[in-house]
C-alpha cells in the first residue's frame, strides 16, 4: 500500500513540474514586453551645453533676414534648445557679407580659441566665389569654366576643413550646400541648375573624407520659390531662412543621435 501511495506522490509531482515549466515556457515572452532600450533614459543622462561656431558669406551673417534675428543660425539656436538633450546653446557668429573660402583661413587662426572650444561648425560658403566668376568671366562663361573652378574650390575646402580637424577632432562640421538665386546675372547660362549640382556634389566628396562632417543640401528648398528671397533676390528672407534652419536641425539631430 505505502508503495503505491508513494509512485502516486511521485506522479504528481512529476505533474507539478511539468505544469511549471509549461507556464514559464508561455510567459517568457510576455515579461520580455517592456519598453525598448530606445526609448529608456540612463541614470546618467545629463543634459549637453552646446557651443556652436558659425562661420562664412552673408547667410550666416543674416543678410536678408528682415526680422534682425540673425538668419538661420539664430532659428537653428532656437530649434536646438527645445531639444530634451540639449541645455543650453551658445552661439559665437563668426559670419561677413562678401567672404569667399580663400579669407576663412585667416578667420580660423583668428579665432582658433573658439574654433577648439565648438561642438558644432557651421559654414556658408561657395555663393561669392561663384559670383566672382560670373563678374569675371561675364561675356564668356561656360559649364567648362565652372568647372575648373570647381575643382580648385574643392582644393581649398579640403584645406579649410583639414585645418578645422586639426584643431578640433570631435567638432560636427556641418556645411550648407549652394542654392540657385541667380536666375537675372545668369540667364546667359541655361546649365546654371547643373552648375549648382556640380558645385555641390563636389563640396560632398570632400567632407566624405572627413570624420563627424555633415553636408545639408538647400538648392531644392529655394527651385523656383522666389517668395523665399528677399528684396534683392539673392539673399534669403525670414522665411527661406526658417527653411535652411529646418533642414540644418533635422541634419544635426541624426548626428546628435548616433
Not at 507539478?16 to 514559464?24: P, R, Y
Not at 565648438?118 to 565652372?146: E, P, Q, W
Not at 560636427?172 to 546654371?192: K, R, W
Not at 572627413?210 to 528648398?221: P, S
Amino acid at each position: 500500500m505505502k508503495k503505491w501511495v508513494m509512485i502516486y506522490l511521485i506522479s504528481l509531482l512529476c505533474v507539478a513540474c511539468s505544469a511549471a515549466e509549461a507556464m514559464n515556457a508561455v510567459s517568457t515572452p510576455f515579461r520580455q514586453m517592456g519598453l525598448p532600450n530606445r526609448l529608456t533614459i540612463p541614470n546618467d543622462f545629463v543634459p549637453k551645453d552646446l557651443n556652436i561656431l558659425a562661420m562664412g558669406d552673408s547667410l550666416t551673417e543674416g543678410v536678408g533676414d528682415g526680422d534682425h534675428n540673425g538668419g538661420y543660425v539664430s532659428d537653428v539656436k532656437e530649434k536646438l534648445l527645445s531639444y530634451k538633450g540639449i541645455r543650453s546653446v551658445n552661439v559665437t557668429n563668426l559670419g561677413k557679407r562678401g567672404l569667399r573660402i580663400s579669407q576663412l583661413n585667416d578667420m580660423i587662426r583668428e579665432n582658433e580659441q573658439a574654433v577648439q572650444e565648438a561642438d558644432v561648425i557651421l559654414i556658408t560658403i561657395g555663393g561669392n566665389d561663384v559670383m566672382k566668376i560670373v563678374r569675371s568671366h561675364l561675356f564668356d562663361l561656360t559649364y567648362s569654366l565652372f568647372e575648373k573652378k570647381q575643382k580648385v574650390f574643392a582644393i581649398k575646402l579640403h584645406e579649410l576643413i583639414g585645418t578645422l580637424r586639426s584643431l578640433n577632432p570631435h567638432a560636427t562640421i556641418v556645411l550648407i550646400g549652394l542654392y540657385n538665386p541667380f536666375s537675372s546675372p545668369l540667364q546667359a547660362i541655361p546649365e546654371i541648375d547643373k552648375v549648382i549640382d556640380f558645385w555641390n556634389g563636389g563640396s560632398k566628396e570632400v567632407l566624405r573624407q572627413y570624420d563627424h562632417t555633415v553636408f545639408v543640401e538647400i538648392k531644392d528648398l529655394f527651385d523656383n520659390r522666389d517668395d523665399l528671397l528677399y528684396s534683392d533676390q539673392f539673399h534669403p528672407n525670414e522665411q527661406g531662412y526658417q527653411l535652411i534652419a529646418e533642414r540644418v536641425y533635422q541634419q544635426l539631430l541624426r548626428s546628435i543621435q548616433q
